[in-house]
T-cell receptor, first 114, second 110 residues
């Protein structure tokens, strides 16, 4: 079956513009995570959705960042008024019953803010 | 203080060598542990889970020491294809969150 799908794979945007990044998790996976990875760095947690529970937004770096998950499936990460420091690879992962089981990652969206 | 810490390396080892990575975690309530592998410009993928009794998968051995709050990964008979970044991961039940280390970069040299 299909894995985690992210779109777009690459996005170049001008500073100050808003961007939307999309994640389609594996069907049936109740948990969905967003991470950010800057060049040569580790994964930085952004936000976590689990079923119908309120999301854990503790990793969002500023109020310019927000995320939604509609119908318990597709998720959109929105970055408003992008800054150059937002440039990174944004990775989405999903798993069944939370992260105690294997998490599957999408190939990421490479965001470049110029 | 980071939840999970690991030596970033890089580790450069010759083919056939044995190499070990250690990782420490700060929260004793962490429940589950994993090693993920990330190839250059690719997404992370699960390498193996880490069980309390230790576990082995071919050339790879993972161990957990709860008293000292560290986990380890041992790779025997290194292959060129083992070159990657190895990410240590801890799942914290209370936070229902997965914490990644920054990764240890391994390069196996011919």
């Amino acid at each position: 079956g299909a894995g985690v799908s992210q779109s777009p794979s690459n996005k170049v945007t001008e500073k100050g513009k808003d961007v939307e990044l999309r994640c389609d998790p594996i069907s049936g996976h109740t948990a969905l995570y967003w991470y950010r990875q800057s060049l040569g760095q580790g994964l930085e947690f952004l936000i976590y959705f689990q079923g119908n529970s309120a999301p854990d937004k503790s990793g969002l770096p500023s109020d310019r960042f927000s995320a939604e998950r509609t119908g318990g499936s597709v998720s959109t990460l929105t970055i408003q008024r992008t800054q150059q420091e937002d440039s990174a690879v944004y990775l989405c992962a999903s798993s069944f019953r939370g992260m105690v089981t294997e998490a599957f990652f999408g190939q990421g969206t490479r965001l470049t803010v110029v | 203080r980071k939840e999970v810490e690991q030596d970033p390396g890089p580790f450069n080892v010759p083919e056939g060598a044995t190499v070990a990575f250690n990782c420490t975690y700060s929260n004793s309530a962490s429940q589950s542990f994993f090693w993920y592998r990330q190839d250059c410009r690719k997404e992370p993928k699960l390498l193996m889970s880490v069980y309390s009794s230790g576990n082995e998968d071919g050339r790879f051995t993972a161990q957990l020491n709860r008293a000292s709050q560290y986990i380890s990964l041992l790779i025997r008979d290194s292959k060129l294809s083992d070159s990657a970044t190895y990410l240590c991961v801890a799942f914290l039940t209370g936070a229902n969150n997965l914490f990644f280390g920054t990764g240890t970069r391994l390069t196996v040299i011919p």
